[in-house]
């Protein structure tokens, strides 16, 4: 009989992964998604729809199968712009607490819940999963909301619920259209502002997905795991996609008193407009603090876990880009 697995999320960027992934090994996926979502992708994956929100206690659990073998809470809100900040808490922090107590109360085997690296807040040496988290010392939303997120899946393990974190550095591959593949069509049409002079840890969309899938039956309830494998400079990324796309980068990065200049400048804009700006004073704050760099060695060695090439990555999310016709003939 094949397992069956629900998963929030799954029509976004690493939520198309998860699906696609179990449904190729035969899992039964059940989808949580909003009336108005676009399910094309899931429909052809033979996933089974059930309409819902995170925040709304009562659909999700209603559309939680009792005694499911695996939850993957993907959905999550990843603004990086102050406007959104009430809503971004919402749904990281509440929306985690409502899944963990519908888990509970349909009896889920277990939960695999996706966070991020940015939980870990500001780091200045090269971490491990041991590192004490800064996230609310942040000035980012996001890497508070989401610590805070973990936080309500540790009272649900308190409370007997078998559950993982997953932990992903900057996740790149295809089925990006908003991540990092805005650096890619920024790049392309010419209106990247910059390089900032930062470096992250970068992980593969794919392997990301197949090491949530591994952590049902190889995860150990409790544990958070990182998900990177890769450092690499923000000018060695925007370096490569200058030769994927023909186009003319910079060969330096910029200052980052300028970036965080830039970012000011752009928060003004958005009072008016009333939209978040291409550049925030948080996504500035990211990108010209010190290196986030972390080890992968856990997730390798307890979830298979395997370490991609940044290019191939890179090449992979331009492809898809070219194919959906978002950029280029």
């Not at 370096?239 to 008193?257: A, Q």
Request: net charge positive; glycine share 12%.
């Amino acid at each position: 009989m094949a397992r069956t697995a629900f998963v929030t999320g799954g029509t976004g960027f690493l939520g198309r992964h998860v699906v696609e992934q179990l449904t190729s090994l035969g899992w039964h996926v059940v989808a949580l998604h909003r009336p108005t979502s676009e399910v094309t992708h899931l429909k052809a994956y033979g996933a089974e729809l059930a309409v819902g929100s995170i925040t709304d206690a009562a659909s999700l659990t209603r559309a939680m199968p009792e005694r499911c073998d695996a939850v993957f809470h993907v959905a999550g809100n990843t603004s990086l712009w102050s406007g959104g900040d009430e809503q971004q808490t919402r749904e990281n922090v509440d929306g985690t607490r409502f899944v963990v107590e519908a888990a509970i109360a349909r009896k889920a085997r277990r939960l695999v819940h996706t966070s991020t690296e940015g939980a870990w807040g500001e780091q200045h040496a090269i971490f491990d999963e041991t590192a004490k988290s800064n996230a609310l010392a942040s000035p980012v939303n996001y890497e508070r909301s989401k610590y805070l997120g973990e936080l309500e899946v540790d009272k649900g393990v308190a409370r007997g619920l078998e559950a993982c974190i997953m932990s992903p550095g900057h996740i790149v591959g295809k089925y990006d259209a908003s991540q990092w593949a805005r650096t890619i069509t920024l790049v392309y049409r010419g209106k990247l502002p910059g390089v900032p002079p930062g470096k992250g840890t970068w992980a593969h969309a794919g392997q990301v997905a197949k090491a949530h899938i591994a952590a049902v039956d190889k995860g150990r309830s409790g544990e958070r795991y990182l998900l990177g494998g890769v450092w690499g400079t923000y000018l060695e990324v925007v370096t490569f996609i200058g030769k994927l796309t023909g186009k003319k980068v910079p060969t330096r990065p910029m200052p980052g008193w300028v970036i965080r200049a830039l970012g000011r400048v752009s928060q003004w804009g958005s009072y008016v407009t009333k939209r978040a700006p291409t550049v925030t004073p948080e996504i500035a704050v990211g990108l010209s603090r010190p290196p986030h760099l972390f080890k992968s060695d856990k997730a390798i060695r307890e979830l298979g876990y395997e370490a991609v090439p940044l290019e191939v990555m890179l090449r992979e999310s331009y492809e898809w880009l070219r194919g959906e016709g978002v950029i280029g003939p």
